[in-house]
């Protein structure tokens, strides 16, 4: 729409933004407004900051067909360039203070298909500094059709890559577990919720280098014909981990309960409701 740019402070700001597929009218990510703080004092020399970056109500559409995604072609892009000359003294990039308020994410399946939005993202992290390898950040978001909501925390090391994180989910609706069983099945209703406090440590390198514990539960499962004829059902399925860590062949679960479980089986001619 419109865009201040102040040269004398360093502030820029973009009101109602928009990114568009490329060669296509549809929008690939918009945002209400985008405000960033540039120190200028930083740019006489090899460093580059943002004291400052917030996202204001920003939305962005997510489409998986196949194995590719339509965010492939900018990190194509944006890949760093091997150096060519080196005698030049190397740029660094200093980003704080990064904030984004009530945004919306959008993912979406052509072959499944997956329709799916997580609304009211909000995302506060100090940032990070060229020469720190580690970042950290809170998060938070609700759940875009039924109930519940996701909080937590994340740190990460740029070198090591490895994590902690924390995470405490409330009535978080299942949904989406629905449309990846209707390409499964002809016909059938799922619903469910979880709720969850969780803390984990590992690597991104190694699916199996990872260190667990806290409490999970899903509440209120049904799987059936439709709303009201269930072929499985449980009231609440709880599960508490004293440590999990598969690297290390630790599995301590401290307890696992299910409260009010039902199963159905109905057999006819030459079939049964589980084939």
């Not at 990510?29 to 006489?44: M, R, T």
């Not at 720190?132 to 996701?150: E, L, Q, R």
């Amino acid at each position: 729409d419109w865009a201040y740019v102040n040269p004398f402070s360093g502030y820029v700001h973009f009101n109602d933004l928009k990114v568009y597929e490329p060669a296509k009218d549809s929008v690939f990510f918009s945002s209400v407004g985008i405000s960033i703080n540039v120190s200028l004092l930083k740019l006489l020399g090899s460093t580059y900051e943002l004291s400052e970056l917030s996202v204001n109500q920003p939305r962005t559409i997510i489409l998986k067909k196949d194995s590719s995604f339509n965010f492939d072609d900018l990190l194509e892009r944006f890949l760093p360039k091997p150096e060519v000359d080196t005698t030049k003294p190397p740029i660094h990039f200093n980003v704080y203070n990064v904030s984004i308020s009530d945004g919306e994410v959008c993912y979406r399946e052509s072959v499944t298909p997956i329709d799916y939005t997580i609304k009211e993202v909000n995302f506060e992290s100090p940032g990070m500094e060229w020469d720190v390898d580690t970042i950290n950040a809170n998060y938070s978001f609700v759940a875009g059709i039924g109930t519940g909501n996701v909080k937590g925390d994340f740190t990460y090391n740029l070198k090591s890559k490895r994590y902690r994180t924390a995470v405490i989910v409330k009535k978080f609706d299942l949904n989406i577990i629905e449309q990846y069983l209707n390409d499964l099945t002809n016909y059938g209703y799922f619903s469910a919720n979880i709720d969850a406090d969780m803390k984990a440590e590992g690597s991104i390198l190694d699916q199996e280098d990872v260190s667990a514990k806290g409490t999970m539960a899903v509440n209120e499962f049904h799987f059936g014909k439709n709303k009201t004829e269930d072929y499985a059902y449980f009231k609440k399925l709880a599960v508490s981990i004293h440590d999990l860590s598969p690297k290390n062949f630790i599995y301590h679960y401290d307890s696992i309960s299910i409260v009010r479980p039902y199963f159905k089986y109905e057999r006819y001619d030459h079939l049964d409701n589980i084939q």
